[in-house]
């Protein structure tokens, strides 16, 4: 059963920068489709940006520009890197395949706060 661990969330001020990674277990990572997903205080989880196996990225309207996703199948780990952060950016961050079929991880708390 394949696995999903977050890290690298934190609190940081409006234009602001973090990095969040998530590693996955199991042996199929490379061969599926990978995003993340934020759940904010006001609105369901969604997807936010998600890397197709041979590294080809898409991302929702609202981080496009200043999110980057990608992935290291050597490492079985997807990263999110996010620039110029905003308010509106707050919530868990999560990581699952394309459709989300696995259990969901802990999740990463990211808060952009002044």
């Known amino acids: 059963q394949m696995q999903f661990v977050e890290s690298g969330g934190g609190l940081v001020q409006p234009g602001g920068s973090l990095r969040l990674s998530c590693t996955a277990s199991g042996s199929i990572f490379r061969f599926i489709e990978m995003a993340w997903y934020r759940q904010s205080p006001s609105s369901s989880r969604e997807p936010v940006a998600r890397?197709?196996?041979?590294?080809?990225?898409k991302y929702a309207d609202a981080v496009l520009g200043r999110f980057t996703i990608s992935r290291d199948n050597a490492k079985n780990t997807v990263y999110l890197q996010m620039n110029s952060l905003e308010p509106d950016d707050t919530g868990v961050y999560y990581c699952?395949?394309?459709?989300?079929?696995?259990?969901w991880g802990p999740g990463t708390n990211v808060t952009v706060w002044s």
């Open positions: 699952n395949m394309v459709p989300p079929k696995r259990p």
């Open positions: 890397v197709g196996t041979a590294g080809s990225t």
